[in-house]
C-alpha cells in the first residue's frame, strides 16, 4: 500500500499516537501490519463500507491494483483504480468471494455468530411429567401439615422414585443442612435409590452434600452424619437399633425427613421401631412412604387399616381429569404399557403340604415345602416352558417368577437345555454376580433372554425393555403380584413398551389375579385422598 493512502485509511490520530508511543516515525511496513489487522484478514465489514474500501483501493501499490482487476474480470483500460472502486460486489457473489479471497478474508465458521430464537425451550435433565409434578407439590403440602405424616400411590412404572428426589432435594434445599434417611428392605431399591439420588442431586442442588450407603457388607458411623442422604436397608439398622438405641434415637434429632420405600411393609414391627425411632423424635420431623400397593393384604382390612393409620391416613395419588383410573391414564399417555393378561390353566392334582394354612399377610402364601412340590410337578413345568418358548417368538426380554429357589433353577436349566439364553437370580445369587446378568438382560442386545428369579426381582429391579412375564408363582398377596406384573410394564414413554403379555400360572383351587387397575383400587377404602 502507497503511505499517503496508509495515512489516510488509518487515520492521522492513530498515526500521531503510534508516532509518540515509538518516538520515531512508523515505516511503512508497521503500518502495513495494522491496516491488514484492522481492514483485511476475516474482517469482511471493512469492505462492505465504500469509504473504507476506496481508501484500501487506493493503497494498493499499481502492480497489486492490476492483479486484483485481472481477478475480478474487470476491463483494465484507462484508470484501473476507479474501475475498481466502481465495481459493485453486491450484485456479483463469486467476484465478491474473489475480492475478499485477495485481501485474505476467510469465512471462519467457528468463529460464526449463532442467532438465538425469540422463543425456544428449555428441557430440564432430571424432569417431571405433569402428573408426577402435581403429585410431588400434594405430597409437600400434606408434608408440611400435622401430623406431617403421607403415603404416595403410585403404580410402578408411573416414577415414583423420580417423584420422590423432587421432594426429597427441595426438602434439602430448604431444611439445610439436614438429614434425610431413606429405608428399603432390597439391596436392589437401595442401590435404585442411590443412583437416583447421585443423578437428580447433580441437576437439583445447590451445594455438596454426603450419600452413605448402608447396607449388605457396608458400615459407617452412624454419629457423625450430619447433612446429607442416608440410604439404609431395614436390617441393618434394625441391628444398629437393638445395639445402641440411645445413639440411635439421637439420629432422629438429625433426620427431618423419613422415606420408606415401599410403604406397605412399614409396620411390621422391626421395620416400625426403626421408623418410629427417626421419626417421632422431633414433633415437626416428617414421614413419607412410597407404594404401587398401599395395602400389606387382599382381604385384611384391619391390616390395611393400620398401616393407613400410621401414615396418618393420608394418601397422594394420581388425580387426571377424562380418566376413571390413573392406571387408565398411564397406559393411554404411553407411561405404562398396554398389558394383555394370559392364564395358563393347570388342573393337576398335587399334595400340597400346609396349602390349607394360608396366611394371610405373607407374600409367601404356601409354605416352603408346597412351593418345593409345585416346583417338582413335571406336567405342570412343560406348560410353563411352552408358554416361555412361545413368548420367545414376538418378545426380546421375558421374566419369570418361580415357585421357589429350585423352581428358578428348574426352569432356567431347562431353557438352556433347550438353546435359550437364560439367567437365573435367588436371594442366593452373590451380589456380584447377580449385578452382571442384571446387566446382561438390560443390554441392548439383540438376543432373546429369560431371566428366571425368586424373591429378588419383585422390586427395585427395572429393565425397561421387559415385555412379558410369566408368574409361575402362587400368592394370595395382591400387593406381590401387582409387583410382578409391573416388572413388564414399562410404556414407551419410560423406556419400554407399548403391549405387555402377562402369562399367569392358575393352579386348581390356589389365587390368581388378573387386573392392574382392579390392584390399584384394592384399599381405597382404609385411606383418604389428600387433596
Keep these: 500500500m502507497k503511505r499517503a493512502a496508509l495515512m489516510r485509511l488509518l487515520g492521522n490520530d492513530l498515526v500521531h499516537t503510534l508516532e509518540q508511543l515509538t518516538k520515531d516515525t512508523p515505516s511503512d511496513e508497521a503500518l502495513r501490519k495494522v491496516a491488514q489487522v484492522l481492514y483485511g484478514d476475516n474482517n469482511p465489514a471493512a469492505l462492505q463500507e465504500q469509504v473504507v474500501r476506496n481508501q484500501i483501493i487506493d493503497a494498493l501499490p499499481l502492480e497489486k491494483a492490476r492483479e486484483l482487476t485481472q481477478k475480478l474480470g474487470l476491463f483494465s483500460a484507462g484508470n484501473i483504480y476507479q474501475s475498481l472502486k466502481r465495481f459493485d460486489s453486491k450484485s456479483d457473489p463469486n467476484r465478491a468471494a474473489a475480492l475478499r479471497s485477495f485481501f485474505g478474508i476467510v469465512e471462519d465458521m467457528t468463529a460464526q455468530p449463532i442467532r438465538k430464537p425469540a422463543v425456544g425451550e428449555v428441557s430440564p435433565e432430571y424432569g417431571l411429567f405433569d402428573h408426577q409434578r402435581d403429585v410431588a407439590l400434594r405430597t409437600r403440602q400434606a408434608l408440611s401439615e400435622s401430623p406431617h ?204 403340604p400346609g396349602a390349607e394354612e394360608l396366611e394371610g399377610g405373607s407374600t409367601s402364601d404356601l409354605s416352603d415345602n408346597a412351593l418345593d412340590t409345585i416346583a417338582r410337578n413335571g406336567e405342570r413345568n412343560f406348560l410353563i416352558i411352552q408358554a416361555i418358548e412361545e413368548l420367545l417368538s414376538r418378545h426380546k426380554r421375558v421374566i419369570v417368577f418361580g415357585a421357589s429357589v429350585r423352581h428358578a433353577h428348574l426352569i432356567a436349566g431347562l431353557l438352556i437345555a433347550r438353546s435359550h439364553d437364560a439367567k437365573m437370580i435367588t436371594g442366593e445369587t452373590p451380589i456380584a454376580r447377580r449385578e452382571r446378568l442384571i446387566r446382561q438382560f438390560k443390554s441392548d442386545s439383540p438376543q432373546s433372554m429369560i431371566m428366571c428369579n425368586y424373591g429378588v426381582l419383585t422390586t427395585g429391579f427395572d429393565a425397561p425393555k421387559t415385555s412379558a412375564a410369566v408368574i409361575a408363582r402362587p400368592t394370595k398377596s395382591l400387593v406381590l403380584y401387582s409387583q410382578m406384573v409391573g416388572r413388564a410394564t414399562r410404556g414407551p414413554r419410560a423406556g419400554g413398551n407399548e403391549v405387555a403379555e402377562i402369562v399367569t400360572v392358575i393352579d386348581t383351587a390356589l389365587p390368581g389375579f388378573g387386573s392392574v387397575a382392579e390392584a390399584f383400587k384394592n384399599w381405597e377404602d382404609v385411606w383418604h385422598e389428600h387433596e
Design 149 to 352: 405424616k403421607a403415603v404416595v400411590h403410585m403404580p410402578t412404572g408411573a416414577g415414583k422414585t423420580r417423584t420422590a428426589m423432587h421432594i426429597l432435594a427441595r426438602h434439602l434445599l430448604e431444611r439445610g443442612p439436614t438429614l434425610v434417611c431413606w429405608l428399603a428392605n432390597s439391596a436392589e431399591l437401595l442401590e435404585q435409590a442411590a443412583e437416583d439420588f447421585e443423578k437428580s442431586w447433580r441437576v437439583l442442588g445447590d451445594r455438596p452434600v454426603k450419600l452413605f450407603r448402608f447396607w449388605g457388607d457396608r458400615s459407617i458411623d452412624l454419629h457423625t452424619l450430619r447433612d446429607g442422604v442416608l440410604v439404609a436397608g431395614f436390617a441393618k439398622m434394625h441391628a444398629a437399633y437393638m445395639r445402641e438405641q440411645n445413639a440411635f434415637i439421637a439420629l432422629g434429632d438429625r433426620t427431618s425427613l423419613t422415606i420408606v420405600d415401599e410403604a406397605h411393609q412399614a409396620i411390621a414391627p422391626t421395620y416400625r421401631s426403626v421408623i418410629e425411632a427417626l421419626f417421632t423424635k422431633r414433633p415437626q420431623n416428617q414421614l413419607l412412604g412410597l407404594t404401587a400397593t398401599p395395602g400389606r393384604t387382599w382381604d385384611n382390612i384391619e391390616a390395611d387399616a393400620e398401616l393407613s393409620a400410621f401414615f396418618g391416613n393420608a394418601k397422594v395419588t394420581l388425580s387426571v381429569s377424562k380418566y376413571s383410573e390413573p392406571v387408565e391414564f398411564l397406559m393411554a399417555e404411553g407411561y405404562l404399557a398396554k398389558p394383555v393378561f394370559r392364564t395358563l390353566s393347570f388342573e393337576g392334582a398335587m399334595d400340597l
